[in-house]
């Protein structure tokens, strides 16, 4: 029997996962799904194929990744148009996507060696006689857990780091865009034909899990809080390290001084791109009261413009169908609790689509403040200043990224942020800076994924010692004498003790 599809949800039908538009429920990819077993072969495979390619060294992964890079950036179009059928998400955006994905490739490929080669450390007194130096191998095989909302340029912010530090890649895609997932392997495959370097297994939610506990050297997952902490709790049984990118609800500071204009653009962008299905999308903001009443105006006429709908529009349909409820849940909230809708509100949810909806005056302990919502909606709430406007931002467990308009105080407002990141004047472009860290603290998970720290988190050190001379200050040793630890103290008193 058939089963019946709900446009966006992903169904198995044969063995295999299904996966529809939400717009138009028009199939876009069957992949087999996979087994425990299956999932503990690849992770096999990928070990073997893991050693091949550490052994090439950095520069032939380097060359590698490079053809990679290369490969993407000519197909854009191509995988644009896919991350369009499966996901919904306008074209325009789905090349943005790419294209930010593309860099992070390139430079994750070219700075390997700098950020992980062996390099010398200088030695310190106490053990002059040694020589001190240290390199970062890598960990072997990573599991990456891939989100359905950036389907390229999430996994790729994990696989293609974990693959210039010399590891082998298994990727669980998204159940909502596994055609996506495969499409980034299969062409990873067309440029590295040697060993399966780099894999997928689909499934639902019991593949991540077999995943986590398939053996794997690390598991780089982003998706929500909730499963965020059920992968955590699977790769606890075997003390397989983790990084979590998970939920976010950021804010953006509107300071006295700031440029509005400016601030009503970024806002609108930050909140609505993607159909505000972004974890670091600004969801909440806070005004200062002398330009509340004018940022607010200025959204509400920038975001009033956009279009939506499945083909040519600025805003897609919402991905995940049940997300529908949830977003319609906050709005119906906030209204019920004093808020105002300035734009849009109950009426904007017309599944799959949701129009954009600005809500003010929406008390702090509402849902559509307190959790993540993941739509195209935005609460703006006027504050006394810049104090108050970061108290309320850090109020909350959340702590990805966030965002700051203003001149003379923005840079230190956005230091004051408990967040992993912040945007001055602009929204969501740390994402897009291959050589800055990504990550959050709290609910919204933790460890980095980009930049230096990025490459490292795919890594772990390796310190060696090795003696070069004689010891001046015997100390590691039984043949040490009295007259070796009474030179010992004296070198440390001179030393350390003034």
Request: with cysteine.
């Amino acid at each position: 029997m058939t089963a019946v599809h709900v446009p966006g949800t992903p169904v198995i039908e044969d063995g295999r996962l299904v996966s529809t538009s939400p717009a138009t429920g028009a199939e876009a990819g069957r992949l087999p799904v996979a087994t425990a077993a299956d999932v503990e072969r690849a992770v096999a495979l990928a070990r073997s194929a893991g050693e091949w390619w550490a052994g090439l060294g950095f520069t032939g992964r380097r060359e590698r990744l490079l053809r990679w890079r290369g490969l993407l950036a000519r197909r854009i179009e191509e995988l644009a148009e896919l991350v369009h059928a499966e996901g919904g998400k306008p074209v325009a955006d789905a090349v943005v996507e790419v294209v930010t994905a593309v860099e992070h490739v390139d430079w994750a490929a070219r700075n390997a060696r700098r950020v992980l080669g062996p390099r010398r450390v200088r030695s310190r007194l106490v053990l002059a006689e040694f020589s001190a130096h240290l390199e970062y191998q890598p960990h072997g095989v990573v599991g990456v857990i891939g989100p359905w909302n950036y389907p390229v340029f999430t996994p790729i912010g994990s696989a293609a780091y974990a693959l210039a530090a010399g590891n082998a890649v298994v990727f669980k895609p998204s159940e909502y865009t596994p055609a996506v997932g495969q499409w980034l392997v299969d062409t990873f495959a067309e440029v590295v034909p040697e060993q399966p370097v780099f894999t997928a297994v689909h499934g639902l939610g019991d593949v991540g899990a077999a995943l986590c506990r398939s053996g794997v050297d690390k598991v780089a997952f982003t998706g929500s809080s909730a499963t965020a902490r059920k992968v955590m709790a699977a790769c606890a049984e075997s003390l397989t390290p983790v990084l979590l990118e998970a939920g976010g609800k950021d804010a953006m500071i509107v300071d006295a001084d700031a440029d509005l204009d400016a601030a009503a653009e970024a806002c609108v962008w930050g909140a609505l791109t993607n159909a505000g299905q972004t974890c670091i999308g600004i969801e909440r903001v806070y005004a200062v009261e002398p330009v509340f009443d004018a940022f607010v105006g200025k959204v509400v006429e920038r975001a009033g413009r956009l279009t939506v709908g499945a083909d040519d529009a600025d805003i897609g349909p919402i991905t995940m169908p049940s997300q529908v409820d949830v977003i319609r849940r906050h709005i119906d909230d906030a209204l019920a609790r004093g808020g105002r809708a300035v734009l849009g509100g109950a009426d904007a949810v017309q599944p799959p689509y949701v129009r954009p909806t600005v809500l003010v005056d929406v008390p702090e302990d509402s849902v559509a403040v307190r959790e993540e919502t993941f739509g195209p909606t935005l609460t703006i709430n006027r504050v006394r200043d810049a104090d108050e406007a970061v108290a309320r931002a850090n109020a909350l467990s959340y702590g990805l990224g966030g965002s700051v308009f203003g001149r003379r105080h923005a840079v230190a407002i956005a230091r004051r942020l408990r967040s992993g990141m912040a945007s001055v004047n602009s929204s969501l472009t740390f994402a897009g800076m291959s050589t800055l860290p990504f990550g959050g603290v709290g609910d919204s998970g933790f460890g980095r994924i980009h930049g230096e720290d990025g490459l490292r988190e795919f890594s772990r050190a390796k310190a060696v010692t090795r003696r070069r001379a004689r010891s001046l200050l015997a100390s590691t040793t039984f043949d040490r004498t009295p007259a070796d630890v009474a030179r010992l103290v004296k070198a440390i008193k001179v030393l350390y003790g003034r």
